[in-house]
């Protein structure tokens, strides 16, 4: 299935900038704009400030090296980029249901990637979004700009990685719980009994 941009659906912010990086995907008209049903979304000038700022509370040692936001994708997973100093930056990836962040390419890459059917299917998941459409139906998942399929026992606290362990997810709300979650969890031994407190 070839990339394409989703008509109806998309960010409404307008022009988002990336920190620290050349304005490629801004100058090329990404911001706000969806693609392939959702499975993968650029941030706008709305999101771009809101995300970076999540991503920043739930992984503060990753923050302090000037993280900055573009992109992401059905799950709710960030693609960010850190300041290397050097001009040029690294696409990482900030996974909330999983509490886990990691460098998973360079942005030549990731730009690649996104003209190549095969390497976005991998990249994105597309067999595992395929397999949750098919379990809860055309009609049911649709994803709208502002949310995600999201873990409903998050990784991080033994949650599957199954489909039946993903629901639909406001991604805003996904971020804000999970961080906090995340947060009061991260430094625990296994098997250590939690009890949970939310701003």
């Known amino acids: 299935m070839s990339v394409v941009v989703d008509q109806l659906t998309g ?9 620290h990086m050349r304005p490629v995907f801004a100058d090329n008209g990404y ?3 969806s693609l392939n049903q959702g499975m993968l979304r650029f941030h706008d ?8 700022a999540l991503v920043g509370e739930a992984f ?7 993280v900055d936001v573009l992109a992401f994708d059905w799950q709710g997973r960030q693609y960010a980029t850190v300041d290397s100093g050097g001009g040029e930056s690294d696409i990482w990836v900030a996974d909330i249901g999983r509490g886990s962040i990691d460098a998973v390419c360079s942005v030549e890459n990731f730009i690649a990637a996104l003209k ?11 067999e595992l ?8 139906g055309a009609e049911n998942s649709v994803i709208p700009f502002d949310s995600c399929v999201a873990y409903e026992v998050p990784i ?8 039946d362990n993903l629901e639909v997810a406001d991604l805003e709300v996904n971020w804000t719980v999970g ?8 430094d625990l031994p296994e098997g250590a009994s939690v009890n949970f407190t939310f701003e």
Not at 156 to 163: I, M, P, R, T
């Open 60 to 66: 503060p040692d990753f923050a302090a090296r000037g």
């Open 156 to 163: 991080f606290l033994g949650g599957s990685e199954g489909v």
């Open 116 to 126: 190549d059917d095969h390497a976005f299917d991998t990249v994105f998941e597309r």
């Open 11 to 19: 960010g409404k912010g307008g022009r988002y900038v990336v920190e």
């Open 179 to 186: 961080a906090q979650i995340y947060a009061q969890v991260k």
């Open 31 to 33: 911001c706000g704009v």
């Open 129 to 136: 979004l395929d397999q949750w459409r098919g379990m809860v």
């Open 45 to 52: 000038a709305e999101t771009g400030p809101l995300y970076r």
